[in-house]
């Protein structure tokens, strides 16, 4: 069974955010940590033709290839508030928009700009080790003909769309920038289901101690993870709404025929967050289960000393009448008396625990 610590959640609870106060709309302030010493971009460009380009830099962007029908813009590492301002430069990407990637504690949002469509979205992990939700925001900018993502870590969250985008498997090489946009965001939604997966072991896995051993580590470990579906709800719930604006769009950079996939998406939301609330009441029933279980202990404990005492109450009655310090007491002189007295205090004995057993108390 997986040994499961005390969650300390450092990644679900908001961090303290360089000020902001007083500053005009669309300044650029990083508010996360930094997480990468260098912030590094992947420029993958491809066309219907077959033909794939990928080029890697440092702290620096790309130059693209010439016919290429989409460039997918890969930055991983938000630290660098120079080369943000310079990829919205070279994209003409709205201030607004850059200063929401920066600010790394957005909620899931859509929105439509001049130039291009915007998205945030929270990219989630289970740690089985540390028994915490880890959080990353992801912010995917689609434009004409290109597409940038921009994450805070160095891991790459989407190598199942490059190996898509290498093999030639699938839609993406075959269409525009807002699929290649969509395919993103289906991607980050799918490892929702592996965590919930993860989670759903986590419970099988809590119930069974509650069954076999609870104890006040299991009522912690319960409130723990109650805590965890929480912050994971406020994480996903926005979600729901931002993949429901994007699917309704009617913005020029999404051609009409995405709008099947992106519906596909909106009703994949919707089972995530059925799903977690559906582990919100399983986990109201595990405490639920856990009360009962340690009252129904209790009351064993109590029925077995009630036992105890109900024997020792004839015994102790014999006893004390024979310890008493009366100059006139036949039995005393009788040599078979001791030998009388344990034998009746016997048979008392084997009688009540024959009793006890005839109605099921022991």
Known sequence: MMN???????????????????????????????????????????????????????????????????SWYDIRGLHNVDLIQEIGNRFEIH?????????????????????????TIQALAFDREAFEIKTEQVAIYAGRGFVVSFQENEDDLFPAIRERIQSGRGKIKKRGAD??????????????????????LVLSELEEEV????????KQKIHDLKFQSIMLRKMVSPLREAVSRFSKSESPFIDESTGIFLRDLYDHTI????????????????????????????????????????????????????????????????KYSYFVLWGAMVLITAGLVYLFRRKDWL
Not at 98 to 114: A, C, N, S
Not at 211 to 218: E, I
Request: zero cysteines; aromatic letters at 12%; glycine letters at 6%.
């Open 179 to 200: 699929y290649l946009a969509y395919a993103l965001l289906d991607n980050i939604v799918d490892h929702y289901y592996v965590l919930l997966d993860q989670l759903e």
């Open 95 to 119: 201030p607004l928009v850059l200063e929401d990637v920066l600010d790394t504690q957005q909620r899931p949002k859509f929105e439509e700009y001049e130039g291009g469509i915007f998205l």
């Open 211 to 218: 069954l076999s051993n609870p104890n006040s580590k299991t």
């Open 4 to 70: 499961l610590r005390k969650a300390k959640l450092p990644s679900v609870r908001l961090p303290l955010r360089p000020r902001k106060t007083g500053l005009p709309p669309g300044t650029l302030i990083f508010t996360g940590n930094k997480k990468v010493e260098e912030t590094y971009v992947t420029l993958v460009q491809f066309n219907p033709a077959g033909e794939i380009f990928e080029q890697h830099a440092k702290e620096k962007i790309p130059l693209p290839e010439e016919g290429a029908q989409v």
């Open 271 to 334: 089972q995530v967050m059925d799903t977690i609330d559906t582990y919100r009441d399983v986990m109201s029933g595990l405490y639920d289960l856990y009360l009962s279980e340690i009252s129904f202990r209790m009351n064993n404990v109590m029925k077995l000393l009630t036992i105890i005492s109900t024997i020792f109450i004839p015994l102790t009655f014999l006893a004390g009448i024979y310890g008493m310090n009366f100059d006139y007491m036949p039995e005393l002189h009788w």
